[in-house]
C-alpha cells in the first residue's frame, strides 16, 4: 500500500547499514511497521522519530534544498496531511466497496490465523478514529457528503501536486527529496490498487506527471514492485472460486484473495 506513513527514500537506508525489506508488523521489532532498531535509542516507529534520528547521522534528502524549498517543502507536506491523506483513509478502508473487496480480503489473507477474523475490522474502526482525528470531526461518518468533500480536497491538492512537479523527474530537480517520499506514500497505492470505487485513482491516471513520477520511483527504488506476480496453475475451489498455485512457492490461495501487492501503507505480507 508503501505502504500509512511517509517513505524514508532507501537510498540513504542502503548507505547506512542492513536494510531488511518486510510488510509484516509481527516480524518487527516494535510490533509495527515502519521500523527502525538503533543503538542509541532502541527500537523506533513513529515515523517522524525514524526521520529524526536518520538527520541526527546526517542522513538528509534535504541537505541540498535553498531555503525556499525547504519552506515549500514543509507547505507541501502540510497540504497532503490536511487534503489527500483523509481521502486515502477514506478510499481504502471507509469506502464499503474499496474495504470489503480489497483492504479486507487482502489483510485477512495475510495477517495470521486467528488474528485474521477479528483484526481487519479493528484497524477499520482505527482508521475511522483517525480520519476524525485529522479532520477535526468526532462524530463524522461515511457518508455521500462527506465523500464528495474528501474527493474535492484530493482532487485539487493532486492538481497542484502536478502543476508544481511540471516536467521535473522530481520535486526539486534530478535528486529525490523528502517532499518526493512524502507524495510517493500517498500516490503509489492509488497507482497500485485495483479498486471497485477509483475516483481517485482515475485523476491520478490523468495527471501524466504524476503516474510517471510514480513509475519513476518504483522502478528506481522498487524494481521488483513492477514485475508480475508468478505464473499460476488453476484449479477448482470448493466453494466454486479457483485455487492458484506459484510454480516457484508452491503456495495455493483462492483468487478471489490473491494480490500480489498491499494496497496500504505499512501491511503485514
Known amino acids: 500500500m508503501l505502504k500509512e506513513q ?11 547499514g542492513q536494510r531488511l525489506r518486510a510488510t509484516n508488523p509481527w516480524r518487527s521489532p516494535t510490533g509495527s511497521l515502519p521500523a527502525l532498531k538503533t543503538r542509541e535509542e532502541g527500537s523506533l516507529s513513529q515515523p517522524s522519530k525514524i526521520i529524526i534520528h536518520l538527520r541526527k547521522q546526517k542522513y538528509n534528502a534535504d541537505y541540498d534544498l535553498s531555503a525556499k524549498e525547504g519552506a ?7 497540504l497532503l496531511e490536511e487534503k489527500l491523506l483523509p481521502a486515502v483513509i477514506y478510499t481504502f478502508w471507509l469506502d464499503s466497496k474499496n474495504y470489503v473487496d480489497v483492504t479486507r480480503r487482502w489483510h485477512a489473507e495475510h495477517i495470521p490465523f486467528p488474528l485474521n ?16 482525528l485529522v479532520r477535526g470531526d468526532g462524530g463524522l461518518e461515511p457518508g455521500d457528503d462527506i465523500e464528495k468533500e474528501l474527493y474535492r480536497d484530493a482532487l485539487e491538492c493532486m492538481s497542484l501536486l502536478s502543476q508544481r512537479l511540471g516536467s521535473h523527474k522530481f520535486f526539486f530537480g534530478d535528486s529525490p527529496s523528502s517532499l518526493d517520499a512524502y507524495v510517493f506514500a500517498y500516490l503509489a497505492p492509488l497507482a497500485k490498487a485495483k479498486l471497485p470505487n477509483a475516483k481517485l485513482q482515475q485523476h491520478l491516471n490523468s495527471l501524466d506527471n504524476l503516474r510517471h513520477f510514480c513509475t519513476n520511483i ?11 506476480p508468478p505464473s499460476q496453475k488453476k484449479s477448482s475451489h470448493p466453494e466454486g472460486g479457483t485455487l492458484t498455485t506459484s510454480r516457484t512457492s508452491g503456495v495455493s490461495r483462492c483468487c478471489r484473495c490473491w494480490s500480489p501487492w498491499a494496497p496500504c501503507w505499512g501491511t503485514p505480507s
Open 6 to 16: 511517509p517513505l524514508v527514500m532507501p537510498s540513504a537506508a542502503l548507505r547506512w
Open 72 to 78: 515549500d517543502t514543509l507547505a507541501f507536506i502540510s
Open 117 to 132: 477474523f477479528f483484526l481487519p475490522n479493528r484497524m477499520h474502526g482505527q482508521q475511522l478514529e483517525r480520519l476524525r
Open 218 to 228: 518504483l522502478t528506481l527504488y522498487f524494481p521488483t514492485e513492477g514485475r508480475e
